[in-house]
Structure formats: C-alpha cells, structure tokens
C-alpha cells in the first residue's frame, strides 16, 4: 500500500551515462514533483506537474527532463551524467497546487552516485 | 541569503528536556509554514503545519510570527525517537512549490 514509490532505490553509473528514475503514487494526486537533496543535506525544487503539465521548472540543466505519461506518473530522465548530479532525488506527490496546507508526501529517495 | 534559514545545529540534548528550533524566511510573499522531520537516509514527512495563531499537537508546539518572518518550534518532553533533522520549509502558493530551510540536526540522548 506504498504511496509515493520510487525505483530504484539505489543507482551506481559512470559518468557520461544516461539514466531514468521512476516514480508512481497510488493517491490519486493531481501534482507531483521532483526534488534534489545534495551532499549537504539541502533540499532543493526541481520541477512540478499538475495533470501531466509542467509547472514549475527550476533551473535545472537541461540534461534532466521529466517526463509524465500519466498523472500517477514522473519519471526523471538524466542525460550525459556529471559527478556533481550524485544526490538523492526525491518524487512528492499533492493533491492539488494552491490550499496553503496541502501536505505533499515523499518518496523514499533514489540514492544516485556518479562516479 | 539563503531564502529559509535554520541553525544546523546539531543539538544535543538529554532525554526530557525541551529544545526550541528557530527559523526565519525571507520571502514576504511566503503563504504557508511547516515543519518536517527526516530521518537519516529517509524521506522527509510532515510533522506540523504552522499556524499564526500558534498550534501544538502533543509535545511540539508550533509559533509563526509573520511580521517578523520567524518560525519555530518547540519540543517538550524529548523522546530518544525524536532524533532527526526537523526541516522548516515554507510555500508560496503558486505553483505549490516548497522551499525548505537546511534542517536543524536534533540528538536526544539517554
């Protein structure tokens, strides 16, 4: 009964590889997001989507692109992998943009290290 | 500047004791307060959203003082099970987007 998942959990590659991190959730939200958590801990936005439209798109190189075939669905997809993309990524999911307290839930984290 | 601002930390504390977090945001146009909790390699979850008027749930007690853009967060009681990093984040409800303090780091000790 998981309700924000993502695969896989944990992602060795070289540098210069492309790679995709999946993520579903089953609570019938409406938005979802992809979030960067860096070596220091820091938790930083990177994009959103609203019924498999982009909202919000940080500045982010263009090397990440999401990709929503469905709103149950984000996938992330990295191009050409640097050192510096080794973080763990996190999905949320909401169920909608605005209500100032709309709880967004976590994924557990995909763990990527670049080497 | 950072646009949410925490004290790393860590904080080291006995069990029983209270410990307060202090936070502060920059962005006036900031709509909604919460804290979140993670734990070590977990995701963050939502511990309590923050109110003006102050809210508590239990042994955590949540203040927003929107003039002076500061948030905290007070802990009574610690249990060994509140170890973790407590993150304050803040959203603008455009677009629904969080943006989150750099977490204080929370040790309770037996």
């Known amino acids: 009964d998981t309700a924000v998942s993502q695969t896989p959990k944990y992602l060795v590659t070289q540098m210069g590889n492309d790679k995709s991190i999946k993520c579903e959730q089953n609570?019938?939200?409406?938005?979802m997001y992809w979030y960067k958590q860096d070596s220091k801990k820091f938790l930083k936005i990177m994009f959103s989507?609203?019924?498999?439209?982009?909202?919000i798109n940080e500045t982010v190189p263009n090397r990440f692109s999401p990709k929503s075939p469905d709103k149950a669905h984000l996938n992330l997809h990295i191009n050409s992998l640097e050192l510096g993309d080794s973080a763990v990524y996190f999905c949320?999911?909401?169920?909608?943009?605005?209500?100032?307290?709309?709880?967004?839930?976590f994924g557990p984290g995909t763990r990527l290290t670049v080497l | 500047r950072k646009e949410v601002e925490q004290d790393p930390g860590p904080f080291n504390v006995p069990e029983g004791a209270t410990v307060a977090f202090n936070c502060t945001y920059s962005?006036?146009?900031?709509?909604?307060f919460f804290w979140y909790r993670q734990d070590c390699r977990k995701e963050p979850k939502l511990l309590m959203s923050?109110?003006?008027s102050g809210n508590e749930d239990g042994r955590f007690t949540a203040q927003l003082n929107r003039a002076s853009q500061y948030i905290s967060l007070l802990i009574r009681d610690s249990k060994l099970s509140d170890s973790a990093t407590y993150l304050c984040?803040?959203?603008?409800?455009?677009?629904?987007?969080?943006?989150f303090g750099q977490g204080t780091e929370l040790s309770v000790k037996p």
């Open positions: 984040v803040v959203k603008r409800n455009q677009g629904g987007k969080l943006i």
């Open positions: 949320a999911s909401s169920k909608g943009l605005a209500g100032g307290t709309d709880t967004q839930y």
């Open positions: 923050v109110y003006s």
């Open positions: 989507y609203n019924n498999k439209e982009l909202i």
């Open positions: 609570l019938g939200h409406d938005t």
């Open positions: 962005n006036s146009a900031s709509q909604s």
